[in-house]
C-alpha cells in the first residue's frame, strides 16, 4: 500500500473510533506514519484520563490494526508535543 492509500485507511480508522471519544469530551489526530508506526495526538479529555492507554491500545491500535495490518505499533504523542 502506497503512502497515501496508508494515510487514508489510518484516517478511515480514526475516524471510527472518534465518536467514542467525542463522546467522552476528547479528539484524536494523525500526526505522522513511519516506517509501520502511527503517531497520534490524544486531545481534550483524552490527554489527561487515567484510562487513555488502554483506550490507545485496546480501541485506536485495533481499529488501525484491523484497517490496515501492516501497522506495528501506536505511539501517542500528546504528552511530548
Do not use: Y
Amino acid at each position: 500500500m502506497d503512502t497515501q492509500n496508508l494515510t487514508l485507511t489510518v484516517q478511515k480508522a480514526l475516524d471510527e473510533i472518534r465518536p467514542f471519544l467525542l463522546a467522552d469530551g476528547g479528539d484524536i489526530s494523525l500526526v505522522s506514519i513511519e516506517e509501520n508506526v502511527v503517531k497520534v495526538k490524544l486531545e481534550g479529555a483524552c490527554v489527561g484520563c487515567s484510562i487513555n492507554q488502554m483506550t490507545l491500545r485496546n480501541g485506536v491500535e485495533a481499529s488501525i490494526k484491523k484497517h490496515a495490518p501492516q501497522i506495528e505499533k501506536v505511539i501517542d504523542l500528546s504528552s511530548i508535543l
